[in-house]
């Protein structure tokens, strides 16, 4: 699948710019269709496995009308006491009152910060029109006797600066993974709207329990394989 501004989508997100109004930064994917959302705006959320904390400290996303959202003030990421050894079926964020954005996403990127690794990771991630109409259309089954939509998008932020996204699903059924068409993760000397946050307070301050400290004797990881 071709996104023939990526590029420029890339500059313009690292730089904090965004087109003017009358002149939308949309690939011909998103200007191609009408890819409004039945329930109006989505949201989007990060968990870590249990007691594997980290933090994202800034959020860019470019959605399907060319609007630039940048967030500095972010929901709280949420460490999943269901994800121990491996990542839960059943993966589910926390409550959202700041990350929302109108229309679906063509491209994200974002700094996190990891406790275990001691490490600022920047992630981007590229959609395609398929993760787009997967917002646009219904569960193909009821909650509480209601529709259900793919409305909140969670990404799971683990060891090694390894990303899985998912929609959170209802009930006995478990998430639905995302698959981007594009995600990619660097650090150090990679790192480019992420560098300067690097060596964060959170970084700095943090710390384990002495009982998981004991626990990690020899092991880079309290625990999974990451």
């Known amino acids: 699948m071709n996104?023939?501004?990526?590029l420029i989508m890339v500059a313009l997100l690292i730089a904090g710019c965004s087109q003017?109004?009358?002149h939308p930064l949309q690939s011909k994917q998103a200007a191609s269709g009408d890819w409004s959302l039945p329930y109006g705006k989505w949201s989007f959320?990060?968990?870590?496995?249990?007691?594997?904390?980290?933090e994202v400290t800034l959020v860019r996303v470019l959605d399907t009308d060319g609007r630039l959202y940048t967030f500095r003030t972010i929901d709280q990421t949420s460490r999943d006491p269901d994800s121990v050894t491996s990542w839960t079926e059943w993966a589910h964020g926390g409550s959202v009152n700041f990350n929302n954005v109108k229309m679906p996403p063509q491209y994200m990127i974002f700094c996190?910060?990891?406790?275990?690794?001691?490490?600022?990771?920047?992630?981007?991630?590229m959609f395609s029109p398929a993760t787009w109409q997967r917002m646009k259309t219904p569960a193909d089954h009821l909650f509480s006797g209601k529709t259900l939509w793919y409305d909140n998008m969670l990404f799971g932020l683990s060891p090694g600066g390894k990303v899985r996204i998912w929609f959170p699903d209802a009930g006995s059924h478990p998430a639905l993974v995302a698959t981007p068409y594009k995600i990619n993760t660097v650090s150090g000397a990679d790192l480019t709207i992420c560098k300067n946050g690097a060596d964060s307070d959170f970084l700095r301050n943090y710390r384990y329990s002495q009982e998981i400290q004991d626990s990690m004797k020899g092991k880079n990881y309290p625990y999974g394989e990451w």
């Open 3 to 6: 996104f023939p501004k990526t």
């Open 20 to 22: 003017p109004k009358i």
């Open 45 to 54: 959320s990060f968990i870590t496995p249990w007691q594997l904390p980290a």
């Open 112 to 125: 996190w910060d990891s406790f275990i690794d001691k490490k600022t990771y920047e992630t981007s991630v």
